[in-house]
């Protein structure tokens, strides 16, 4: 059942290009980390040269060459101004040696800085010429020379001439020492800044280039993530077809299977049915062992189909579980009775009980339920040729525990492994001594897990297998009233007038007798159109509707049937098709149909469904609410038992959920949603039935009504709106009575 592999396109695979990502991987944090360095080296480049601005500036060379220019430019001064105070005399002359030796004593102090001794400290003459001068300005502070000496002592002029001429050489060859430092220390700072822009230069080089590459490298990587984009874009282009194509698939594997069931149990309805009457005539033995063998093979055809069904819905994950009360005991009992006579004709021994405590009633769905146990029982019998069969019901906790135990043939670890595949089967070999489809465990497993549970099995050859299903059944009330599954035993209360729509011949003929034979009357019509002509021509108490019709289907029927007016469209209506899928059962609900009922159906099941309709109806309650749009009585009782503050509470805690009411009420109406509405019905209803606002309620109360029997929208938006009128209205009627 499930899809072939090649019905899927195949999806294009991405290229096993692994290398060059990883590459990249590599190369990326490489280049990461020498641009780090490179910022490292040109960040200690520029430290370098920033020291060596601050050491020029200190020690400032092209100053001291300045100082001793200035120092030896001021001796020569000194000593021409000195020939001219000899020479020409007078004070004006005297007066300006004095001051060139003024300014020439001024001058000593710059040879004699730290910064001079630190470059001239090399040089040999540099001590003596310093001492020389200093001995010089010594001697000539003793005189002291000044303008009156020079003027009124010519000799000593000359002697000042005398000992300054020694000091020419040693100030003048400082003065080229200097400059020839100066000039050094220039250009071994030139070299190095040459030498650092060098570096640097290349550095930037370096930087740029590896920018560049990073830059590259990115761009790669962004071409390389816009095609990866493209690829995933198409991967998911690919992956979308391939979903349309499997849910193409699953669609026409699903309209198949629902025509195939349609068809094939369509003559199923009517072989059984047929086969069903003819067990109540008299037939000779042999006949009535004809008639069994072809009962059980029309069965046997109908599990089949049903297995295929529920796998499909199983793939789908349609599989719905139904819970409602059940007695365990009862279970039990009836599957004695369906597996009994296939025990006896084995010649096998059956036993179901239970142990200890267990629940008189749990929530479960009971079909299913049965399904499961019916599988392993039927095959427990099936692999069993003598001893014993038996099923034992326990309870632990919410669990409840099924134990089928036999003393057939037992299963190795190899078949036990496969035991729960689909087609897989204990007897695999070519003479399929005991048949079957290979569905059943695996649909008993999938039906357990989607209660909840689970089944186990151990299994020794030779000496028999137990099977264990576990499934979390908690304990629950028992039903208001128990259901009757009886069927034709229980003759009918009063005898129903049924219209019936049915397009084949030999069903018609199968449900003519049958209801006949139940005591009611049938009218037969062929398709929906005819159907609905008939009802609103003649009055009936029920409608059996086939679904799938010629002219108009049953679908499209019920919906005018529910159009119709008065009680007409009251009238109940039950699905009767050979389509029995959940959904076809769910549709049929909302078009306003009561009941489905999937063909073939058992003459009981059939009898029960008329028996429930015969009953007489309900009586009315006790105190209806009346016609009023207020019940003051439920207003005075009010008062009366509650305190004289809390009633008025009451009544204004009503009006102020109006405006919230009317929104949800709003919202199921656009469009009309029957669900919608019935819940946004029954939110109000009993709160202003308690109140006494007797206009809501009954509106309340009619909308909920025609929302679970699936009305058309035109009744349901009608009634809607009367429900809004009287929600809008009841703050007034609240108000005139001072309560609000």
Not at 183 to 203: D, K, P
Not at 575 to 600: H, I, N, T, V, Y
Request: hydrophobic share 45%; glycine share 6%.
């Amino acid at each position: 059942m499930s899809e072939p592999l090649n019905a899927i396109p195949a999806v294009p695979a991405a290229p096993a290009t692994a290398a060059a990502p990883r590459a990249r991987r590599r190369l990326l944090p490489a280049m990461g980390l020498l641009l780090l360095l490179v910022f490292g080296a040109m960040g200690v480049l520029q430290m370098r040269q920033l020291e060596l601005l601050n050491t020029t500036r200190q020690y400032q060379d092209d100053y001291l060459v300045w100082s001793l220019f200035q120092y030896e430019a001021e001796y020569l001064k000194l000593r021409t101004q000195l020939g001219e105070a000899l020479r020409r005399g007078g004070p004006e002359q005297a007066q300006q040696a004095a001051q060139r030796y003024e300014i020439f004593v001024s001058r000593l102090g710059l040879i004699e800085g730290e910064h001079a001794a630190k470059v001239l400290t090399s040089h040999p003459d540099y001590r003596r010429t310093l001492e020389r001068s200093r001995a010089f300005v010594a001697w000539a502070d003793t005189l002291p020379l000044d303008a009156a000496l020079l003027e009124r002592q010519p000799e000593r002029v000359r002697e000042l001439l005398e000992r300054l001429a020694p000091l020419g050489d040693g100030i003048h060859d400082l003065s080229l020492t200097a400059s020839h430092h100066v000039a050094a220390q220039l250009s071994a700072r030139n070299e190095l800044v040459r030498s650092q822009s060098t570096l640097s230069l290349g550095l930037t080089l370096l930087q740029c280039a590896l920018l560049l590459g990073l830059a590259i490298v990115v761009m790669r990587q962004l071409r390389s993530l816009e095609r990866h984009g493209r690829d995933q874009e198409t991967l998911a282009e690919h992956l979308r077809e391939a979903r349309q194509a499997a849910e193409a698939g699953s669609r026409a594997k699903s309209l198949f299977l629902a025509n195939m069931s349609h068809e094939l149990r369509t003559p199923l309805h009517g072989l059984l049915g047929m086969l069903g009457l003819l067990k109540d005539t008299p037939l000779r033995a042999d006949q009535r062992l004809q008639l069994q063998a072809a009962s059980d093979s029309a069965r046997h055809l109908l599990a089949i189909l049903n297995d295929i069904l529920d796998v499909s819905k199983m793939e789908a994950g349609a599989i719905t579980i139904h819970p409602e009360p059940v007695q365990p005991a009862r279970l039990l009992r009836e599957l004695d009775e369906i597996c009994q006579p296939q025990a006896r004709l084995k010649g096998v021994a059956l036993s179901l009980a239970q142990t200890g405590e267990v629940p008189a009633w749990v929530s479960a769905d009971p079909t299913r339920l049965r399904q499961i146990l019916l599988n392993l029982l039927s095959n427990a019998i099936k692999f069993t040729d003598q001893g014993r069969v038996d099923l034992r019901l326990s309870h632990e906790g919410q669990v409840l525990r099924f134990s089928v135990n036999d003393t057939g043939t037992g299963m190795d670890e190899a078949l036990l492994g496969r035991l729960f595949q689909r087609f897989s089967q204990g007897d695999a070999t070519s003479s399929r001594r005991h048949g079957g489809t290979g569905l059943g465990l695996e649909i008993s497993r999938n039906l357990a897990r989607a209660m909840g549970g689970d089944i186990q099995v151990h299994s020794t050859p030779g000496l028999g297998s137990t099977f264990v299903v576990e499934l979390p059944l908690p304990a629950c009330e028992a039903p208001a009233q128990l259901p009757d599954t009886s069927g034709a035993a229980l003759p009918p209360t009063r005898s129903l007038r049924i219209l019936v729509a049915e397009d084949h011949v030999t069903n018609r003929h199968y449900l003519e007798a049958v209801l006949e034979r139940l005591g009611h009357h049938a009218v037969f019509c062929e398709n929906g159109f005819e159907a609905l002509q008939r009802l609103s021509l003649q009055d009936f108490d029920l409608v059996l509707m086939d679904l799938h019709m010629p002219v108009m289907d049953g679908y499209e029927a019920c919906r005018a049937m529910r159009a119709l007016p008065g009680a007409k469209a009251r009238v109940p209506i039950v699905a009767l098709s050979a389509d029995a899928f959940e959904e076809s059962r769910e549709r049929a609900l909302q078009a306003g149909m009561a009941d489905f009922l999937a063909k073939p159906v058992e003459i009981e099941t059939l009898a029960a469904l008329l028996h429930r309709q015969s009953l007489p109806p309900a009586p009315a309650p006790a105190a209806p609410p009346p016609a009023g749009d207020f019940d003051d009585e439920v207003l005075q009782v009010l008062r009366r038992t509650l305190p004289p503050a809390r009633v008025p509470g009451l009544y204004q805690t009503f009006v102020q959920d109006v405006p919230v009411s009317l929104q949800r009420l709003d919202r199921a109406l656009q469009p009309p949603d029957a669900e919608a509405l019935r819940s946004a019905a029954h939110a109000v209803k009993g709160a202003s039935a308690s109140l006494g606002l007797t206009e809501v309620a009954r509106a309340a109360r009619e909308l909920e009504r025609l929302a679970k029997q699936g009305a058309d929208a035109t009744t349901l938006s009608r009634c809607g709106e009367l429900l809004r009128h009287a929600l809008q209205r009841s703050p007034a009627l609240c108000a005139q009575r001072g309560l609000i």
